[in-house]
């Protein structure tokens, strides 16, 4: 069982440490907590434990602890030491090397790696000063994960949330798993989310995709050293570590992206494109009192086909397909029909739009696999993995 010493900072997005130890005990890993005077403001030592299944540790003075344990001990005995949320104090404190509390003094006495999810108000995270300290923990090894951008706490917007638990959780999945980088040197494009099609000014086509399993694949491939160019339609989620994301609105932008990001030795076409636009969108919103509009319809490009016979073709093409009913039947079809190599095929009739699970069905020129029910990121490691060995 790989084990976390999760240490979690003061400010609000503390209760995000929750759901984070809430996804990493689901996961089977086991979770020690390291909980700051500032972060007590916000959650209590006794949440964190029953959360955690152990006790949670708070003072570098609790003499019991150092008689049984010993802080040497505890900052060691993790596979890794989470920051969540790291403030821009404590960013700061980790940079100079300054051990005044309990846990400073862990992060100084470590010796595993030390992964860090900033939260901080905006100009906080934009100030030159924490700019430096967080270019100086990087250059020591610590990974530092971008905080998300929107509105927080104070009223302002903009980059310095904290990373949804979900986003953290992945990042911890991979830097447990480091692994041989087999994809180091290879460039793969990778589209997820909907595309929406405008109606009006505020009216669009779309569908329920969250681009969740895209994203979790871009960041799976980046995690094995690819450059991976992530197209991503309208979707609310964080970008993937180390990937290059590229925003789009309509299937016409997302194959304008996707054929300027080619060359590619593959590319994984997760996104559910919208099939029909409307052929006239009105420049302005349609009033409902002059009763439903006549819409014309006209077909969208056909993204994964049309990349099948680009001239800078991708080694290796996988296109998706979301069903629902004879999944299998239509995915070898749809595999033929759009001469992709292989189709990675689900059913969509359940929960699995906007949900953490998926099953899939990978359909190949060798025949049909089917993979049980699981994480969408280990759907998307498991892929990787397999477009590694494909590329070889």
Request: glycine share 8%.
């Amino acid at each position: 069982m790989k084990r976390i010493l999760l240490i979690v900072g003061g400010g609000i997005a503390a209760y995000k440490a929750c759901e984070l130890i809430r996804l990493l005990r689901r996961a089977d890993i086991a979770v020690r907590c390291v909980l700051t005077d500032g972060g007590a403001k916000f959650v209590t030592p006794m949440t964190l434990a029953a959360l955690s299944e152990t006790p949670v540790h708070t003072s570098l003075w609790d003499l019991k602890d150092e008689a049984e344990m010993g802080h040497i001990q505890l900052s060691r005995e993790a596979d890794l030491v989470v920051v969540a949320p790291a403030t821009a104090n404590l960013l700061a404190r980790m940079a100079a090397g300054i051990a005044d509390d309990l846990a400073t003094t862990l992060l100084l006495a470590t010796d595993k790696l030390v992964l860090a999810a900033p939260a901080m108000n905006v100009r906080m995270w934009q100030h030159a000063a924490t700019r430096r300290n967080v270019a100086q923990l990087r250059g020591d090894g610590v990974t530092v994960l971008e905080p998300d951008e929107g509105a927080m706490a104070c009223g302002e917007y903009g980059p310095g949330r904290l990373p949804e638990p979900e986003a953290i959780f992945a990042a911890i999945e991979d830097a447990l798993r480091p692994g041989e980088r087999r994809l180091a040197g290879r460039h793969i494009v990778v589209t997820a989310g909907p595309t929406h099609e405008p109606i009006d000014t505020v009216r669009y086509i779309a569908n329920r995709s969250s681009g969740r399993q895209g994203f979790a694949i871009a960041r799976a491939l980046a995690a094995q050293g690819a450059r991976v160019t992530l197209v991503a339609g309208p979707v609310a989620l964080a970008t993937p570590a180390g990937v290059a994301r590229i925003d789009v609105e309509t299937a016409l932008q997302m194959r304008d992206a996707v054929n300027a990001a080619m060359p590619a030795d593959c590319a994984v076409m997760v996104a559910a494109v919208a099939d029909w636009r409307s052929a006239d969108p009105a420049t302005n919103k349609l009033k409902k009192d002059i009763g439903a509009p006549d819409l014309t319809l006209v077909a969208n490009p056909d993204i994964l086909a049309e990349l099948a016979v680009h001239p800078n073709r991708p080694q290796l093409l996988i296109g998706f397909a979301a069903e629902t009913d004879r999944v299998v039947e239509h995915a070898v079809a749809k595999r033929q029909r759009k001469q992709a190599d292989w189709i990675v095929a689900n059913d969509v009739s359940g929960d699995v739009m906007g949900g953490e699970e998926n099953a899939v069905h990978l359909v190949t020129p060798e025949g049909v696999e089917t993979w049980a029910r699981a994480r969408k990121d280990a759907i998307a490691r498991r892929l990787a993995d397999r477009i590694a060995d494909a590329l070889g």
